[in-house]
């Protein structure tokens, strides 16, 4: 197979994935894309996953890639906290949560890190469209309560404030009762106590 067939048939993709290739064309040699790496055609993200050169690193290339290269997981945690502007820093590695173990990858577009969540957690992500391809988000409030159940040290009030949470943003795209709805899934009166705390501020906002 010559570089024209697969550029033409993976062109849209923004990961390609050895095993797309590999059921696409059954005789291709994973050998060409070394190749192709070495022209500068296509580079690798980690094993079995490559890009292309020519496009753009940004976050959306970043959420896909990261629901790609690990399955059964959604952007949440710091990343969607940030794409919802609730917090105010930068968030420099892509945060994920996922049914599978904790994990992460350091590689060429940045880092991805995966915590794990139990299955019955596994919900309250929505879908977001990139050149029309699906990226799985948690919806804020689930983002919020996903951090909150990630972070066993914060006990009270006062870590939710060092946090620095937008309150008028969150108060306008959250709702309370899902975050109260969401938060009885846990089972984790630390998690209840400070949704409730989050609740309170948010009507204050």
């Not at 849209?12 to 095993?19: A, F, K, Q």
């Not at 094993?47 to 753009?56: A, G, H, I, S, V």
């Not at 994990?103 to 880092?111: E, L, R, V, Y």
Request: proline share 4%; charged share 20%; aromatic share 16%.
């Amino acid at each position: 197979m010559d570089f024209v067939a697969f550029q033409k048939a993976f062109r849209d993709s923004g990961v390609i994935e050895l095993h797309e290739v590999q059921k696409a064309f059954p005789h291709f040699h994973a050998r060409r894309l070394s190749d192709w790496q070495d022209k500068d055609y296509i580079q690798k993200i980690i094993n079995r996953f490559y890009r292309w050169t020519d496009q753009p690193i940004t976050e959306q290339l970043a959420f896909y890639t990261a629901n790609r290269i690990y399955r059964d997981s959604y952007i949440s945690l710091w990343s969607a906290l940030s794409y919802y502007g609730l917090i105010p820093e930068g968030v420099y590695q892509t945060y994920s949560v996922s049914t599978h173990k904790t994990k992460s990858f350091d590689t060429p577009i940045g880092a991805f890190v995966y915590k794990h969540i139990k299955a019955a957690l596994f919900f309250g992500y929505r879908i977001e469209r990139w050149d029309n391809k699906p990226i799985l988000i948690a919806e804020p409030e689930k983002a919020i309560l996903d951090t909150l159940y990630l972070n066993p040290h914060w006990r009270d009030g006062a870590d939710i404030d060092a946090l620095r949470l937008n309150w008028p943003i969150l108060a306008e795209i959250a709702q309370p009762a899902i975050i109260e709805e969401y938060a009885a899934f846990y089972s984790n009166q630390r998690v209840t106590n400070l949704s409730t705390y989050i609740i309170q501020q948010m009507a204050d906002a």
